[in-house]
């Protein structure tokens, strides 16, 4: 049985680059960036004002002028009124371009307004106060989003600021999710007193949902001829088969067999890991790939996140995040020769210290548990004995 690094390797070699498609960039929420995104223009593309009130010449304020004419008021968005006269102003609001012949901006607050004059009513005024400068934040052309740069609610933004309305963004990999098990119903079914019902593809189906990949779902029977054929069609269609169950040692885990059948080599099957030891992985001699994970709720879930989500974002090219990791808040023992993989809930300490904390749970089958957790903590394999105040990994969900 291999390691979960050894695993972890052994997938991480079957990273696979997808592509890049163009997509509406409202609809590029979650998806990686293909390429490098400019400034169209100077950000601010002009000098801009950035408080309501008056724009003067400072020059005026030093000849100790502190009342001004309003010549004419410039909204955000009109062209710039020019000043003539030392004694003049323009009033003038936030987002407004500053006047070529103004250089200081005077909010309200520090003015008073009266029959057309503008009085000063503070000596605090500095040459070239409360203008946010053109270029200021970026020239044009600079780089404002980095190829492997996921797209956030910011970067939208950002996106639209300088007109990029279609961004060429990483292709997804066609992934199915594969659920097995005769004992499984669909959840609008009512399951007889021997029967559950399945979970799994909706959880895997969310998460995934939550990295901006969209997946087809499917459920076959523990019935050898059947599972072939359906998982058959998959290797057709789909980049990726996301299973789970069928591939622990009962009687009726027929999808190892049926894989190897269809020509899926194994590159794996088993990992010294609780929950999940079942895994197996393989791929296709096309490059297909085949995650197998056992169908404990748990099991899977946790796989889910160590090993498919971390082999998608390499795919993916995203910018490497640095591992997470938290101090466990209470002893652990664990005393089986497999590594352990612990629920536990997140939180950080009054020296903002991140701390785990174990909600064991009753197994990989207790998955009721996994709604009330934030992170499986992965416990070294070579020990048995886990001290309060230890800094171990942690994988978020
Ligand atoms: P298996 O890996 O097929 O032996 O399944 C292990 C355990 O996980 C069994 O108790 C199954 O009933 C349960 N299980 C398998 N698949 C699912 C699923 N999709 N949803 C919920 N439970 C499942
Ligand atoms: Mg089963």
Redesign the pocket.
């Known amino acids: 049985m291999i390691t979960v690094e050894e695993a972890e390797k052994i997938i991480l070699a079957q990273v696979t680059d997808y592509g890049a498609e163009i997509v509406p960039f409202e609809l590029a929420l979650g998806r990686v960036l293909a390429e490098n995104i400019k400034a169209d223009r100077d950000l601010p593309p002009f000098n801009r004002v950035t408080m309501d009130g008056i724009a003067v010449n400072y020059d005026a304020i030093e000849s100790g002028i502190s009342t001004f004419r309003i010549k004419a008021t410039q909204a955000a968005g009109d062209p710039p009124v020019a000043i003539e006269e030392q004694n003049e102003c323009v009033e003038i609001m936030t987002g407004a371009v500053l006047p070529a012949s103004a250089d200081t901006v005077i909010r309200y607050e520090d003015l008073k307004l009266r029959a057309g004059l503008a009085t000063l009513v503070t000596n605090q005024i500095k040459r070239g106060q409360n203008i946010h400068y053109k270029g200021h934040d970026k020239k044009q052309d600079d780089i404002v989003a980095n190829i492997g740069q996921c797209v956030s609610p910011a970067l939208i933004g950002l996106m639209a600021s300088v007109g990029e309305t279609e961004l060429r963004v990483k292709k997804m990999p066609r992934v199915v999710i594969i659920?097995?098990?005769d004992?499984?119903v669909d959840v609008n079914e009512t399951p007889t007193p021997y029967q559950?019902r399945?979970?799994?593809?909706y959880t895997v189906k969310s998460v995934l949902k939550q990295h901006g990949l969209l997946a087809d779902t499917l459920h076959i029977p523990d019935e050898p001829a059947t599972i072939k054929k359906q998982l058959a069609i998959c290797l057709e269609n789909y980049d990726v088969l996301l299973l789970?169950?069928?591939?622990?040692m009962?009687k009726f885990?027929y999808i190892p067999k049926a894989l190897n059948d269809l020509k899926v080599n194994q590159l794996f099957h088993k990992v010294k890991q609780r929950p999940g030891k079942p895994f197996w992985f393989g791929r296709h001699d096309d490059g297909k790939l085949v995650f197998a994970f056992?169908?404990?709720?748990v099991a899977t879930f946790m796989c889910l996140h160590r090993y498919f989500l971390p082999w998608l974002q390499a795919s993916l090219g995203i910018n490497e995040k640095p591992p997470l990791f938290a101090v466990l808040n209470n002893r652990y023992s664990f005393h089986q020769p497999v590594k352990c993989f612990l629920q536990v809930k997140l939180h950080f300490n009054e020296y903002c210290q991140l701390m785990a904390a174990p909600v064991e749970g009753n197994g990989s089958?207790d998955f009721a548990n996994l709604a009330d957790t934030d992170a499986f903590i992965e416990l070294p394999l070579e020990r048995n004995e886990f001290k309060r105040g230890e800094v171990f990994k942690v994988w978020r969900f």
């Open positions: 659920s097995s098990g004992e499984l559950i399945r979970s799994n593809s789970s169950g069928g591939v622990s009962g885990d056992p169908g404990n709720p089958g």
